[in-house]
Nanobody, 123 residues
Framework: QVQLVESGGGLVQAGGSLKLSCAAS????????MAWFRQAPGKEREFVAV????????YYGDSVKGRFTISRDNAKNVVYLQMKSLKPEDTAVYYC????????????????WGQGTQVTVSS
């Protein structure tokens, strides 16, 4: 089992930046594929980014490509999401997720979830 706790959300103006953190505890963090998803009111949970166990490969959803950066620090058991050039449509609850096998881009592929952190981008 892995317990995940997100932090770093808040209110920011359009064009601004935020950095989210997700602290993990439990199972060896370096053995888990990590990802970020987001969910806006009335919408399905959307894939944002994924990072492999070593951090050597990352992949982004089309809507955030070029603006968001996922990274991890296995020594600190933390995964990050640096968000730049934020837009009002980035407003959502952001969740980190972990999977001990292959990960992927859809929520059912992940076993572990945090409680989420709210990001609100004002225009």
């Amino acid at each position: 089992q892995v317990q995940l706790v997100e932090s770093g959300g808040g209110l920011v103006q359009a064009g601004g930046s935020l950095k989210l953190s997700c602290a993990a505890s439990g199972r060896t963090f370096s053995s888990v594929v990590m990802a970020w998803f987001r969910q806006a009111p009335g919408k399905e949970r959307e894939f944002v980014a994924v990072i492999t166990r070593s951090g050597g490969w990352v992949y982004y959803g089309d809507s955030v490509k070029g603006r968001f950066t996922i990274s991890r620090d296995n020594a600190k058991n933390v995964v990050y999401l640096q968000m730049k050039s934020l837009k009002p449509e980035d407003t959502a609850v952001y969740y980190c997720a972990g999977d001990p096998y292959y990960g992927g881009t859809s929520p059912p592929e992940y076993d572990y979830w945090g409680q989420g952190t709210q990001v609100t981008v004002s225009s």
